[in-house]
């Protein structure tokens, strides 16, 4: 898919003049996981959405495609539509609150394969941005006794922060106690921003000392947990997810040709069960075979490493589903002999479907 276009029509109010030259705020890197959720919440609660794609070149069918990349000026913009739209003053802490790290998709898969929560952690903050996030983080060592997830706005955007560190801190909470167990308690959350009339939802969400007018925003923990072990390590499924994961970040400011990169994964993704081959795509794209090759190459990429990752990540999202048999997945994905789809899907992720399977339950 090609890089979004730019908003139309914006105005001061819709984006930031200042940083309309930046190429970090219009890159197309984050998948639409937040938009999605907020439709959804429109959806539930009879709220008509359609207004909020104007000037966005985005449709409904499109935010629910995982394979869309939106801009960080996209992104924001709908955001600060759905709320205004929404007046759900805690929304950010009912997206978060349903959080689960099946919804990760190959980052879930490295989590839950990781040797330990630490590790978990490292590699979630790592990737963050295929899940979405908004912010910007890091993981701090604040003494022995504690460690901190801290998060900041990008370009020091403050509107639209509330929301986003709900989302992600509640979010975070859900999954790490999805990997170790409801015992885990923060000691601490702390937010930059003043003290919402709602705050009794952060307390009785985050069960511990929540601050809010402090100088940063951080989930802090007890140390103790990083060492816990995780049941479902697996150590090359975990290295194999991770190398995934890294080639769908993109550095800040973009990558040459990373548009066609992008068209190549939606177009694979479009034609999984007939196993286009690299002369197909280039032939539907308009580029000669040795063009498009080049390009790729340009990026960084080779046709078959993306043609695997693009296979590799429906097979996950179906599997996780749990609607369909290994059989039928495997045909979905364009192979006739349901043994060769479990050999591939071995090579891609390290593990059997079903143990994929088991894993995600």
């Known amino acids: 898919m ?8 914006s105005t001061p109010t819709d984006s930031h003049p200042l940083l309309a030259d930046d190429p970090r705020y219009t890159a197309a890197e984050f998948p639409p996981n937040k938009l999605l959720y907020l439709v959804q919440l429109a959806d539930a609660r009879g709220i008509d959405s359609r207004t909020w794609y104007g000037g966005l070149a985005l449709t409904r069918a499109q935010i629910a495609d995982p394979a869309l990349r939106v801009s960080y000026r996209q992104a924001c913009l709908f955001v600060r539509r759905a709320l205004q739209a929404l007046d759900v003053p805690d929304a950010g ?12 998709g190959l980052l879930g898969l490295a989590m839950m394969t990781s040797r330990t929560l630490g590790d ?27 460690v901190a997830l801290v998060a900041w706005p990008r370009f020091g955007d403050t509107e639209l922060l509330p929301f986003f560190c709900e989302e992600l801190f509640a979010s975070c909470l859900m999954i790490a106690r999805e990997l170790v167990g409801p015992a885990l308690h923060p000691v601490r959350v702390e937010f930059s921003y003043p003290r919402p009339s709602y705050a009794a ?24 947990w990083l060492a816990r072990p995780l049941p479902g390590h697996n150590p090359l499924t975990a290295r194999q997810a991770l190398a995934l994961c890294a080639q769908q970040m993109t550095p800040d400011g973009g990558e040459p040709h990373q548009e066609i990169v992008a068209a190549v994964e939606r177009l694979l993704r479009s034609q999984l069960r007939e196993q286009p081959k690299l002369q197909d795509v280039a032939r539907t794209l308009n580029l000669s075979e040795r063009s498009l090759r080049r390009k790729l190459a340009e990026s ?31 045909s979905e994905l364009g192979f006739s002999d349901p043994r060769e789809f479990r050999r591939a899907f071995k090579r891609w992720t390290g593990m059997p479907p079903q143990a994929a399977r088991r894993a995600a339950a």
């Open 2 to 9: 090609a890089r979004p276009a730019a908003l139309v029509g």
């Open 93 to 104: 802490l009912r997206i978060g609150r349903e959080g689960t790290i099946g919804g990760f």
């Open 120 to 146: 978990a952690m490292m590699a979630g903050v790592a990737h963050h941005k295929i899940c979405g996030c908004l912010l910007d983080l890091n993981f701090e060592a604040l003494s022995e006794r504690e």
């Open 201 to 224: 939802e952060y307390e009785r969400l985050f069960e511990s000392d929540v601050r809010f007018g402090m100088p940063q925003n951080r989930l802090v923990i007890d140390t103790q």
């Open 300 to 330: 960084g990429r080779i046709f078959r490493e993306i043609h695997d990752r693009v296979r590799a990540e429906r097979a996950l999202e179906l599997l996780q589903a749990g609607a369909l048999s290994v059989a039928d997945i495997g």
